[in-house]
């Protein structure tokens, strides 16, 4: 057992080494100013540009955001843009070499949505609303913009804004679709059902390709409430079409879904209780050229430990995330969840605490509450289906003491960050993990000298293998997985702590 360790010691060094010649560092950056609001939102391109921006709260009230430049790894300016009223920042991304920064903006009775744009050369300023409405002139546009959980806006080979909206008793989705240029494209309305009251119904997601919008709901029999449904839309200028798919009977599913070429995959967990207890995966794919569904699967998991979640420890508040669906080019679906426990908090706390999507991306933030819930992450449940809707694998990758370390936000990480790349999946996290057993376990440490920041690989066969990327004892800063953005190849990360920044490349 020691030999075979010592080789796999070997290997992941030898590991290691090839994967640092793809490892580049900015220069550490001092600044008081980086101990204001340190959570930020970061955004690259395909021409590697980098930009953060940073909110300035007061008394957790939005007073200002800063946009933040680099060149070469390097910080090197910052832009203040002001903001008035109640705002918001939803998202940031770049587009053709300027910072887009959604806004949610609300005076009075007045919601709008626009974009900030800033030119990351010339450093200058626009602004472009995207959405405005009042409460009365439209109330249930209004209302719908009260939420921002809901609000998406996806970046494409359009930019296309979503979100449901209940109007006389009936769900519609909202679709405004705007040029990279920001030029408004089309708007429409696609209704779910008129005949089903919104309570039974929910807005799962909408896209818009190749000129046709693609609007996934989740209905209830209007008749009897115990048969539910799948409702995909197609919306196109010359009219709709829909497919229902119906869910089978005593089933409850949590999913997730992906446009791969021409065919939708719905893909997640199933079960016979409302709530936790899932038996396995499901899964739905749908021809978008033929409108039909290929493929209707439900399979019970293969692996004994993915079993015992959900009979033994799967009580209470604990749950499971379904964070991503990757589609590979074989339509082979590869599902990841990752499990939590619901806690309470009534005291301020730094570190992590709540999860939120736009549209199927996961994404976290960290705030300062004076009491709100919040999830524990922990293990990470992977499985492969085949493109019948057939478990290929499934597989749990553990972690441990999550939550128990006491010790300033700097000095420790929990948080993940997920991928595909290189036909497999890889899971970036900050820990430890003895080498010398037999079983793979992330543990989190507060010392730094034994942790690591790792790329942990799944392969297609579901074999998996942790990379040392780094040891996080060679860091003057802790780089959290959870704000790392990607490009292509390349992924970001900005690590900080101690008024200190320092930004992290990653080449595949």
């Known amino acids: 057992m020691k030999f075979l360790s010592f080789i796999t010691v070997l290997f992941l060094l030898s590991v290691s080494q090839s994967f640092s010649q793809q490892i580049a560092k900015g220069d550490i950056v001092k600044d008081r100013q980086f101990l204001i609001d340190k959570p930020e939102l970061t955004a690259t391109d395909e021409f590697g540009n980098f930009i953060s921006i940073r909110p300035h709260r007061i008394n957790g009230t939005l007073r200002n955001y800063y946009v933040e430049f680099f060149d070469n790894l390097n910080f090197t300016e910052r832009l203040e843009i002001e903001t008035q009223n109640d705002t918001d920042i939803l998202d940031v991304f770049i587009l053709n070499n300027k910072a887009h920064i959604f806004i949610k903006e609300r005076e009075n009775q007045t919601i709008s949505l626009r974009l900030d744009v800033v030119d990351l050369k010339s450093k200058s300023f626009a602004k472009k609303i995207l959405l405005q409405t009042d409460k009365e002139t439209d109330k249930p546009l209004f209302k719908a913009l009260r939420d921002n959980y809901f609000i998406d806006l996806q970046v494409s080979s359009n930019l296309v804004l979503n979100f449901p909206v209940v109007e006389e008793q009936s769900t519609f989705a909202y679709i405004k679709v705007f040029s990279k240029n920001l030029e408004e494209v089309t708007q429409v309305n696609v209704f779910a059902d008129d005949n089903i009251s919104y309570r039974n119904t929910s807005f799962l997601n909408a896209k818009f390709i190749n000129d046709k919008a693609y609007v996934l709901f989740q209905l209830k029999d209007k008749e009897d409430d115990k048969k539910r449904f799948y409702r995909l839309i197609e919306h196109t200028k010359d009219g709709e079409q829909y ?71 799967f009580t209470g508040n604990r749950n499971i995330d379904i964070n991503n669906l990757f589609i590979d080019d074989d339509l082979n679906t590869f599902i990841i969840g990752q499990f939590y426990i619901l806690r309470k908090q009534s005291a301020p706390i730094v570190f992590p605490i709540a999860s939120f999507s736009i549209g199927t991306i996961s994404a976290f933030v960290t705030v300062n509450p004076i009491s709100i819930n919040y999830k524990v992450f922990d293990d990470i449940l992977i499985g492969k289906i085949s493109p019948q809707g057939q478990i290929t694998w499934d597989n749990v990758l553990e972690l441990r003491q999550t939550e128990k370390i006491k010790s300033k936000s700097n000095k420790r990480d929990s948080s993940t960050f997920t991928c595909f790349e290189n036909n497999q999946i890889n899971i970036f996290i900050n820990g430890y993990i003895d080498l010398d057993k037999e079983k793979l376990i992330v543990k989190q440490d507060k010392r730094l000298s034994k942790t690591n920041f790792y790329n942990i690989t799944v392969n297609q066969h579901g074999g998996i293998t942790p990379k040392i990327v780094f040891p996080n004892a060679d860091s003057e800063t802790l780089f959290r997985a959870e704000t790392a953005v990607k490009s292509k190849n390349i992924i970001y990360i900005l690590g900080q702590g101690n008024m200190r920044k320092q930004l992290l490349k990653l080449n595949f």
Do not use: M, R
């Open 243 to 313: 497919i229902d798919i119906e869910i089978p009977e005593d089933s409850y599913e949590l999913i997730n879904s992906s446009i791969k070429d021409k065919h939708l995959i719905i893909a997640g967990l199933y079960s016979h209780f409302k709530k936790g207890g899932y038996k396995g995966f499901t899964y739905y794919k749908i021809n978008l050229d033929t409108f039909n569904l290929e493929s209707q699967q439900q399979t019970e998991f293969i692996n004994e430990k993915a079993k015992s979640y959900f009979s033994g420890l």
